[in-house]
Structure formats: structure tokens, C-alpha cells
T-cell receptor, first 111, second 110 residues
Framework: ETGVTQSPTHLIKTRGQQVTLRCSSQSGHNTVSWYQQALGQGPQFIFQYYREEENGRGNFPPRFSGLQFPNYSSELNVNALELDDSALYLC??????????FGPGTRLTVT | GQSLEQPSEVTAVEGAIVQINCTYQTSGFYGLSWYQQHDGGAPTFLSYNALDGLEETGRFSSFLSRSDSYGYLLLQELQMKDSASYFCAVKGDSNYQLIWGAGTKLIIKP
């Protein structure tokens, strides 16, 4: 069984730029959730995708957007990057309502 | 607002037992989860309680009291590899969104 993978592992961007983060879900999982984790804090829910549709969204502005593909992999896009967007971005896959399995994360630094 | 409270840091000795408490205030409740996260790593699932009582999985146990909006994670026979941050997380208004505490850093001394 293949686990959740994310790419890239690290990324440095400049304020105002755009970034795309990628996630491959675990085999058999059709739901992907994205979280932002600032240093020393718990993850904050960004949104969830189920069968290619956004299934719920946390308190993040519209410049955070996403996609899910037919193979259940997913992308997180962030436009107009701000310094406060620097964080670890975690992707988790699951079956609907079941426990979530996390990928290793992408460390984004905005300068 | 919705919030989860847990201690920021707990210190224990190798071989001992430690309890990490979590109190929550959410507008809805489906269940309480616990995750472990080592520095630089991904959160890994430990346990989930939807009903009151104690769930045991090896050296780890988790307890929930819905009437008290309270739960705890109990770690027995502590090993150095248990040094990590432990997060409680609630499925609140929806059965998909996890609301997380700020995490408890567990420090284990030999």
C-alpha cells in the first residue's frame, strides 16, 4: 500500500508570487484534506476534496485554491503569497469520515 | 469560537506513565482524535474516541468524557522514541474537518 506523498519537500518563494503544491493520496483513498501548520502550532484546516469537488473549507481567503484529479491526487495553489504564508503544508488522505493519513509535508518559505 | 486546550509541554522519565489532557469547546462533536508528530515529520494517527470511555492500543490509551468536553492520552512504559509533540483534534461541525489543539511537547528523560 503506497502512502501519501507530497512535492516538493521544500520551497522558497518571494512575496507576491504564486505557488502550487502537490499531493498523491494513499491507495484506496478518495478524499484529500489540506492543512497549514505554522511553527509551534497545530495544523489549520484549509479545505477538503472528495471526488474532485471541494467538500468543505476552513477560514482561508480565496487566494488559497485547490484541485482534485480523477486519480484522487490533489493540488494546493496559493496566489499573491504573503510572508505569513510561510508554514508546513500538510496533505492528508482518507476514505470519507475515516482517519486521515498525512504526507510528509511541504515546507514553504516566503521572503 | 472553537478551541482545544492542552498543556504546551510535559516532562517524564523513561519507563514511566504520562497523561496528556485535552479540553475542547466546539459547536459540534463527532469525535476526538490523537496524533503524534516528531520534529520535522508528519502527524501520525494514534487513536479516535467517538463514545465515552477508554480505548486501549498497546502502550497507548485514550479516554473521552463528552459530558465534560474532556479527553486524555495515556502513554505507558515510556520510551525515548516517544519524545514528540502530541495533538488532540476534534471533528466538530462536520465529519471531515479536524480542529486541532496547539500540541503538547513530550520530553522524556533517561
Amino acid at each position: 500500500e503506497t502512502g501519501v506523498t507530497q512535492s516538493p519537500t521544500h520551497l522558497i518563494k518571494t512575496r507576491g508570487q504564486q505557488v502550487t503544491l502537490r499531493c498523491s493520496s494513499q491507495s484506496g483513498h478518495n478524499t484529500v484534506s489540506w492543512y497549514q501548520q505554522a511553527l509551534g502550532q497545530g495544523p489549520q484546516f484549509i479545505f477538503q476534496y472528495y471526488r474532485e469537488e471541494e467538500n468543505g473549507r476552513g477560514n482561508f481567503p480565496p487566494r488559497f485554491s485547490g484541485l482534485q484529479f480523477p486519480n484522487y491526487s490533489s493540488e494546493l495553489n496559493v496566489n499573491a503569497l504573503e510572508l505569513d504564508d510561510s508554514a508546513l503544508y500538510l496533505c492528508a488522505s482518507s476514505r470519507p469520515g475515516d482517519e486521515q493519513y498525512f504526507g510528509p509535508g511541504t515546507r514553504l518559505t516566503v521572503t | 469560537g472553537q478551541s482545544l486546550e492542552q498543556p504546551s509541554e510535559v516532562t517524564a522519565v523513561e519507563g514511566a506513565i504520562v497523561q496528556i489532557n485535552c479540553t475542547y469547546q466546539t459547536s459540534g462533536f463527532y469525535g476526538l482524535s490523537w496524533y503524534q508528530q516528531h520534529d520535522g515529520g508528519a502527524p501520525t494517527f494514534l487513536s479516535y474516541n467517538a463514545l465515552d470511555g477508554l480505548e486501549e492500543t498497546g502502550r497507548f490509551s485514550s479516554f473521552l468524557s463528552r459530558s465534560d468536553s474532556y479527553g486524555y492520552l495515556l502513554l505507558q512504559e515510556l520510551q525515548m522514541k516517544d519524545s514528540a509533540s502530541y495533538f488532540c483534534a476534534v471533528k466538530g461541525d462536520s465529519n471531515y474537518q479536524l480542529i486541532w489543539g496547539a500540541g503538547t511537547k513530550l520530553i522524556i528523560k533517561p
